[in-house]
């Protein structure tokens, strides 16, 4: 009789605690991030290098602290034409973007102390954990969707200006 009891509590033991692991995990299932909506920080233009005539004009968000730096558009589902994300660095050195948690392909354009194109990575693909060297000195990295870079014909050399 003692035993039918231990092994009573037991089975409602285990039974309370696969509910329990059950409820915890479909519990983790509807946790989602909240999406991050565009803020207006600055503007920005980029000139082409040979006739000094503005390609186009950007809204900008900037990315100056380290959680911003970090963040990025991750968790973002779209983004305007017209707007890019630019990250503001105290140095300038080689630098790896990668796409973790980033839901929209991406240009990323690194740009040297100067103001002037040294490279890009076109076609950024989502959520990509592969290194994006700037194989340059940069001191700034614009993010813009990707593919205009090719329709806007940006080059090396092409330079940008920029307010807060």
């Not at 803020?39 to 809204?59: C, H, M, P, W």
């Not at 994300?85 to 080689?94: A, K, Q, T, V, Y």
């Amino acid at each position: 009789m003692r035993l039918k009891s231990i092994s009573f509590a037991v089975l409602l033991s285990l039974g309370f605690l696969s509910l329990a692991h059950i409820s915890c995990k479909e519990d983790k299932k509807n946790i989602t991030q909240t999406e991050v909506i565009f803020k207006k920080e600055g503007e920005l233009q980029i000139y082409k290098t040979v006739t000094d005539s503005v390609i186009v004009a950007l809204d900008i968000e900037l990315a100056k602290t380290d959680y911003e730096i970090q963040t990025g558009l991750m968790y973002r589902d779209a983004m305007d034409t017209h707007q890019g994300m630019l990250f503001l660095f105290d140095n300038e050195i080689e630098r790896y973007f990668f796409m973790k948690n980033t839901r929209i392909p991406l240009d990323i354009i690194y740009i040297n102390a100067d103001k002037k194109i040294v490279s890009f990575q076109k076609n950024a693909t989502p959520f990509d954990e592969r290194s994006l060297p700037s194989n340059a000195p940069a001191k700034y990295v614009l993010e813009i969707n990707a593919g205009l870079v090719d329709a806007w014909a940006i080059a090396v050399g092409d330079r940008i200006e920029f307010t807060e």
